[in-house]
Structure formats: C-alpha cells, structure tokens
C-alpha cells in the first residue's frame, strides 16, 4: 500500500520521483514487499476448501441405423433351424423369387411369366441348392444336406445363399 502511494506522488510530482532513487535499499524493499504479500494469500489459501467439480456425462452420439441390418436379422431368423420362423422364410424366400424372376426376365429377354415358370421349376440356373430354393418338388443336394447336418446351419440358409449368388451372377451378366 505505501509503495502505491509512492508511485502515485511520484507520477504527480516529478521533484518526488528524483528524490526517491531505486536504488538497492529501495529494490529490496519492494522485494521483501512482493514476497511478503505471497506468503500472506497463500496462508489465506491454505485455509480455504477444496471443492472439485464434476465433469458430468459427456455427450453420446446416437447410433446411426445401418443400411441392410434389418433384412439381416430378418435372414438371420429365416434361417435358423430351431422351429418357428415359418412366416420370414416364406417372406423371404417370396421376395427372393421376385428378384429372381426379374433377374431371370432380363437376362433372358423374356415375359415375367416365362421366368417365373423358369425359377418355379428350377431351369433358371445350373445350381441345384438355388434350383431347390425356389423350387417345390427339388431337393437339396446331398452335399448341401450334409454340410447344413454338420455345421448346424439349416438347408434353408443353403439354399437362400445359393440363390443370392446365383441372382448377383445374373445380374452382372456373367455366363
């Protein structure tokens, strides 16, 4: 405090601030000041609380839906060889049919009926897992009946991706 009332007449009155040399006398005192005044707010400090502050919950994103995820699960029921499901595999094996058909329609420049009688009676491909998925009197191959025993899987799911690939091969026009 007196060294503010110092500098404030030394600043109005310039005969002052010539009398009042900073010389090391008066350094030091500014010093032992400054340390002096350190010492008193970190005693004040010493004594006070410590509160912490909580950061909260941050911010969570909210899940993107996937293209595609529904009509996985979808697959992924349809084709799992504990009983029920009924109704998605044939859901699903009516919509495949459908694609199937138009697939076949365009490959082979034909009506809609010519390919649908094409994929009932299985002339539509060469595969015989996907000639069985459409069809009403085919049966699964053999290998495909012993690989679905052995893995677990269903001939269902066999033949569901024997027509997908047989579709896709269509589509990208591949002989």
Known sequence: MVA??????AALDRG???AVSPTSAVVTLLGVLGVVQGVRYANARRDRRRLLTEPGEPER???????GS???ERIARAAD???GGYRDRRDLRDRAREIAVDAVARDR?????????AVGDGTWTDDPAAAAFFGRRAEY????RLSA???GRSNYWYGLRAAIDEIERIEEGEP
């Not at 503010?4 to 007449?9: D, F, Q, R, W, Y």
């Not at 994103?61 to 293209?67: I, M």
Request: charged content about 15%; aromatic content about 0%; some cysteine.
């Open 81 to 83: 060889p504990a009983p």
């Open 141 to 144: 191959p053999l290998r495909v």
């Open 149 to 151: 025993g052995i893995r």
């Open 70 to 72: 529904a009509l996985d």
């Open 16 to 18: 002052i601030a010539a």
């Open 61 to 67: 994103r909210a899940p993107a839906a996937v293209p």
């Open 4 to 9: 503010v009332a110092v500098g404030l007449l």
């Open 109 to 117: 420049n034909c009506s809609r009926e010519a390919a649908a009688t």
